[in-house]
């Protein structure tokens, strides 16, 4: 038999061996969380170093650029630094900005070079008064630059594809702008070279083409001399290693000095239509949009022909009043590889710069409608917008929801009642902001605008009537309407359309009458109406 000594010494032997594995276990346990601690911290090292060394590269870049700009903006100066030259150019005669032609071949693309076409011109100053802006206002061309392939820009400057689109200077030795216009006092035909050029894309999906501003900059004191004047301003782009290069003229519309106390004095309402294709040739469709948003309050309707059957075209020939325009969409490329949706960010951003005078200006497509949910039939738009504060916003976005032709078999044409009437079938979902939005929007504080968003505001700002008191900036703002109130009734084909959880089809859908209440005012236009 163990005497009691014996135990008790097994006893304290068992519990200090018991002791010494608990500590060689919390050791071990140490150890590893000091490796698994360890690895973090090399882990995190390294994306540290990762971060910052990106971040310096960044900056190094980003001051790579701005020297180089620097450096191209000094050659500007001294090439010309400005100098406003006489010259004899035979063949030109001067004309007054009414004499401008009208009509549906004005105006047209123009080739400059490979890489370069260009639409439209637009004298902007807005900005004239803004305080930030000691010098120069531009003079913005809208027209395509074809880009390098992003291979070869990767392989020569990998981070300069992050700032592909910031506006970025133009080699004088490349290309160069000129400005022409009538002296008011002599009649004499002036030249003006050796100004800066600049190109800013606002394209949103790059191809080999891309939707692109070529701002041409001139003098403050230049700027408001053209402002006065009544005759027609051009502006051409020349390829500087070309002599003799032809002029390639585009007429320079003026937008005006910003002033905010003018806002509220105008009720215009426009809309801005991506460009037609196809070939369009659904009357019904077309007459169904005027009528609608004619009795919402739209006085001006702005279309892009890119593909008008002739029976179309015949249609709007007839009804040319000063609400409609037509304007022709001959693009250097028909091609959707090349270019991205047939270059509708340029159309869209011509049509918000030749409505800088409205208002309120909508951006829709033709299968679009800005539908109402309250009020009753006399309830328009219009009405809605100036009874509120919306003016105190600066964009308006409008939240979409699908109206499917699969979910309306009798999506037809009755008598005297258009197809958005026989269909009451709607996808539940009302799609979240941003994202296939269309938008309202006060032209004047706009600087680009992308297919369902502003993209850029207009940065001014501007000295109070009392010069004893500061500057008062503008505050630019998006207000989202709520779906009790305003919805974008789509109406289209739905099968190709998807969500990453499932098709569109198969979403759950709802009956939504709320379009009917108009159906007794949206009638089909006649030919003497707009």
């Known amino acids: 038999m163990n005497s009691p000594v014996l135990e008790e010494m097994k006893r304290k032997d068992t519990l200090f061996l018991e002791s010494i594995m608990r500590t060689v276990s919390v050791m071990r346990h140490r150890k590893y969380l000091l490796q698994r601690n360890g690895i973090r911290v090399k882990i995190l090292f390294f994306v540290v170093i990762f971060v910052l060394t990106f971040l310096l590269l960044s900056v190094l870049m980003n001051s790579t650029l701005i020297s180089n700009e620097l450096k191209l903006i000094t050659n500007c100066k001294n090439v010309s630094n400005h100098l406003i030259e006489n010259s004899s150019i035979s063949g030109r005669k001067a004309r007054g900005r009414d004499d401008k032609p009208i009509g549906n071949d004005f105006p ?36 395509l630059w074809k880009l390098p392939s992003k291979r070869k820009i990767l392989q020569g400057q990998p981070l300069l594809w992050h700032y592909i689109k910031n506006e970025i200077i133009i080699n004088p030795e490349e290309y160069t702008c000129k400005v022409f216009y009538v002296f008011e006092d002599t009649q004499e035909l002036i030249q003006v070279n050796g100004l800066r050029l600049t190109h800013q894309i606002f394209e949103e999906g790059l191809k080999i083409y891309a939707g692109t501003f070529f701002n041409c900059y001139i003098n403050k004191t230049f700027a408001k001399l053209l402002q006065k004047s009544t005759n027609e301003i051009n502006i051409g782009i020349y390829p500087t290693s070309i002599e003799n290069y032809p002029d390639k003229l585009s007429p320079v519309s003026i937008i005006p000095d910003l002033k905010l106390k003018n806002l509220s004095k105008n009720s215009s309402f426009g809309a801005c239509i991506r460009p037609l294709f196809g070939p369009m040739n659904d009357l019904v469709q077309l007459n169904q949009f005027l009528s609608f948003y004619t009795t919402m309050g739209v006085t001006e309707f702005n279309f892009y022909d890119f593909g008008l059957s002739p029976r179309v075209r015949k249609y709007l020939n007839e009804k040319i009043t000063p609400g409609i325009f037509i304007r022709k969409w001959n693009l250097p490329t028909g091609n959707w590889n090349e270019l991205w949706d047939y270059g509708s960010l340029a159309a869209l951003n011509d049509c918000l710069y030749r409505n800088m005078d409205k208002t309120w200006l909508i951006i829709v497509d033709i299968d679009e409608f800005m539908v109402l949910q309250n009020g009753n039939e006399n309830t328009t738009l219009i009405s809605l917008l100036q009874k509120s504060n919306y003016n105190n916003y600066s964009q308006l976005l409008v939240r979409n929801t699908f109206f499917c032709k699969e979910f309306c078999n009798n999506f037809s044409t009755k008598s005297n009642q258009f197809p958005i009437f026989s269909c009451i079938t709607r996808t539940k979902r009302i799609w979240n902001v941003n994202i296939r939005t269309k938008f309202i929007l006060q032209p004047l504080h706009i600087l680009q605008i992308g297919h369902h968003t502003v993209t850029k505001f207009l940065d001014i700002s501007f000295p109070r009537e009392n010069q004893l008191l500061p500057v008062r900036q503008v505050r630019f703002k998006t207000y989202v309407f709520p779906e009790q109130i305003l919805i974008l009734n789509h109406y289209r084909e739905c099968t190709s359309i998807s969500t990453r959880k499932h098709p569109i089809l198969d979403r759950s859908i709802k009956v939504d009458k709320s379009i009917l209440k108009f159906m007794t005012k949206v009638k089909p236009l006649s030919s003497s109406k707009v």
């Open 108 to 143: 047209i693309w123009t080739r400059i070079s490979e890489t370069i076409y260009t639409y439209s011109a637009f004298l902007d100053l807005r900005s004239i008064g803004n305080q930030k802006i000691e010098n120069d206002i531009p003079i913005r061309i809208i027209g």
